[in-house]
């Protein structure tokens, strides 16, 4: 049986892109790592803070955001431009051939309208497809691709759509023809036991572990719908999963939390 070659995916979260030191690190620090690679992105924090600018009200449930149409200008406009456009040129600059994605362009991510029973989340996209076989063919040519959190429903319609959860369907459907790593990196160390103590960094999550301390409130908000990617993906044949600081990419010495079934 051939080995595949692996890719290493890289989400990253609103924090770090807030940050212009921190951003400038972490391109580095994703520059430098070997072989195939995506990123993506979310850029929550900084969708939030144009749109009370412009004066609408952010409404989040679960750590998921309600997209009304002024909602969607928004993130389209931060997401798939101003964030998007700013890490492409930064990475260029680290010798990184990027290219800049939404799920539209190429028809690379494809969603549906969420359907929730009693929540209208509005223009929110839960992904139904992925294109392996033009994303194959962009890395297999040394292109990194780097994807916003926008995707599309092949009606016209862009549909905002969480990162987390892109990051998880791009490397379930990478797995297919890659040996996949999916690493998740944010302003903390790793997943906490107490969300005010960075050294109660749990090392290794399993399944058992988090429905535990999800019932004990432990872990909550944004954290879910990230842990639940977590477990989907090992679930569908993503080889490995972690969650951490940014520097645990390059830094041998890093602690961070290793996501287990």
Known sequence: MENKAAVTIVKIGG??????????????????????KVLVHGGGKSAT??????????????????????MLEVVVMIY?????????????ANDTNAMGFSGADGNLIQSETRNHPTIDYGFVGDVQKVNT????????????????????????????????TIASELAIALSEVFE??????????????????????????NQELYTKLKAEKAI?????????????????GVQKIKIG?????????AIYTNIEL
């Open 15 to 36: 924090n770090i892109i807030d940050d212009a030191s921190e951003l400038k690190q972490f391109l580095s620090d994703f520059s430098r790592i070997e072989g195939y």
């Open 49 to 70: 803070k144009m749109a009370k600018s412009i004066g609408l009200v952010p409404q989040m449930i679960d750590g998921r955001r309600i997209t009304d149409v002024a």
């Open 80 to 92: 798939a431009g101003q964030i998007n456009k700013d890490i492409v040129a930064q990475l260029q």
């Open 133 to 164: 076989a033009l994303l194959e063919t962009l890395i297999s040519n040394g292109i990194v691709p780097v994807f916003c959190a926008i995707t599309h429903d092949k009606q016209g319609q862009l549909l905002n759509t969480n990162a987390d």
């Open 180 to 205: 996949v790593t999916l690493n998740y990196c944010f302003e903390k160390p790793g997943v906490l036991f107490d969300a005010e103590d960075d050294s109660s960094v749990i090392e290794k999550m």
């Open 220 to 236: 909550h908000s944004g954290m879910i719908p990230k842990l639940d990617n977590c477990f989907n993906s090992l679930s569908k």
């Open 245 to 253: 600081h940014h520097r645990m990419l390059q830094d041998k010495t």
